[in-house]
């Protein structure tokens, strides 16, 4: 039976890093029912309609599972960001980040594999935000739950056990915010009493992202709030290679919406030069998500095997492949492993 997946190819390089994806998905002989022609963002503002327009959570309400490319989202004027809305809409309270060390590109470390956990729907990215004109003062609430902070953080104790992970390292900043890191800190600590099998310990934000970019091999899986986990996760995007080649997912109890870690990237918009890796890696996660096992080795193997022979690679990884050359060329493989071809 097809899987009915919600599509949206987003702005900027999201069409065309979506539909390498779909190329590489559709090779693997998996069938697909997609749900798309749904605008968001920008282009459904510009249509004078809201910027997660109501037909798009009600699609993922329908389907429980989207694919996703990058939104624009403006600076410091306009709309609230369309993501924030819909992890919010939809309570995708997990953000899940694998970073792994790819074949063939060169980097400072030869074995990076850490799973970042970022709570995705609380902290200071709650859209509690405020401006006094008169005194010129701006507010920012960073929000705290228990129930928020007990959910993400068991959320990565199993994916721990379940995933033969043997560490979690909790990050915060207690010792200046108190009350909201702090509270995170306490519930991260008696969470951990649950899991003897794994060990569990915590950083300071600042001394983290020093240890990630000296030490990254001594990590494991990292926990945290909304917004230093957004930073860590380009942090250690930066130790694999990029933003081209880092997959993401967005997984709440009752829906699931895979997107690659990378925004809209304007600067390269339209010229066939994105690198879809990261959507695809996304993709893998989604298929495992489907229970299409054999699918998702597939189009890992193929990705690993093309980063290893290094022919037919993107530019930000030291390639001179389009994104479409890329695409065929990892739809190609994924089809004479899966025997599709
Ligand atoms: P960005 O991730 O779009 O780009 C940062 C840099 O990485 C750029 O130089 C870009 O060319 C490069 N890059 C990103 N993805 C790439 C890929 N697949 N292949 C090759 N190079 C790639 O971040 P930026 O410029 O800060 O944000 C642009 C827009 O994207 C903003 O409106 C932002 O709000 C939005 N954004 C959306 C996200 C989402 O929808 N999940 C996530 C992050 C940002």
């Not at 902290?123 to 228990?146: C, K, M, P, V």
């Not at 104790?157 to 909790?170: D, H, I, P, S």
């Not at 890191?181 to 600042?206: H, K, N, Q, V, W």
């Not at 096992?293 to 389009?322: E, F, H, N």
Request: charged residues 20%; contains cysteine; proline residues 4%.
């Amino acid at each position: 039976m097809a899987h009915h997946v919600t599509l949206l190819p987003g702005d900027g390089i999201g069409p065309e890093v979506t539909a390498a994806t779909v190329q590489v998905l559709e090779a693997t002989g998996v069938e697909f029912k997609w749900d798309k022609h749904r605008i968001i963002g920008t282009r459904a503002v510009e249509a004078e309609r809201a910027s997660l327009p109501a037909d798009v959570p009600a699609s993922i309400r329908n389907t429980r599972v989207a694919l996703k490319g990058p939104i624009t989202t403006p600076v410091g004027k306009g709309f609230t960001s369309v993501n924030v809305q819909l992890r919010q809409e939809l309570d995708l309270y997990a953000n899940v980040r694998p970073c792994t060390t790819l074949p063939g590109i060169e980097t400072p470390f030869a074995e990076v594999d850490l799973v970042t956990f970022r709570e995705n729907t609380e902290g200071l990215y709650s859209g509690i935000e405020n401006f006094d004109e008169r005194l010129q003062i701006a507010d920012s609430i960073a929000r705290i739950t228990r129930r928020g902070s007990e959910r993400i953080i068991r959320f990565c104790f199993e994916y721990a056990r379940q995933n033969g992970r043997k560490r979690v390292t909790l990050v915060h900043k207690a010792n200046i915010l108190k009350i909201t890191s702090g509270m995170f800190l306490d519930i991260g600590r008696s969470i951990a009493e649950e899991y003897p099998d794994i060990t569990f310990d915590d950083r300071i934000i600042d001394n983290m992202c020093m240890q990630l970019v000296m030490n990254p091999g001594e990590y494991d899986c990292i926990v945290t709030t909304n917004l230093f986990g957004d930073i860590i996760s380009d942090l250690t995007a930066g130790l694999v290679g990029g933003l081209g080649v880092v997959a993401g997912a967005n997984i709440g109890d009752d829906y699931a919406v895979f997107e690659a870690v990378h925004g809209s990237a304007p600067d390269i918009a339209g010229l066939n030069v994105a690198n879809p890796t990261a959507l695809i890696r996304s993709a893998v996660m989604m298929l495992r998500h489907l229970d299409e096992v054999d699918a998702a080795t597939a189009v890992d193997q193929a990705i690993a095997d093309t980063y290893r022979d290094g022919a037919c690679l993107t530019a930000d990884v030291g390639g001179g492949a389009s994104t479409s050359e890329f695409a065929d060329h990892v739809a190609d493989r994924v089809a004479s492993i899966a025997g599709t071809s």
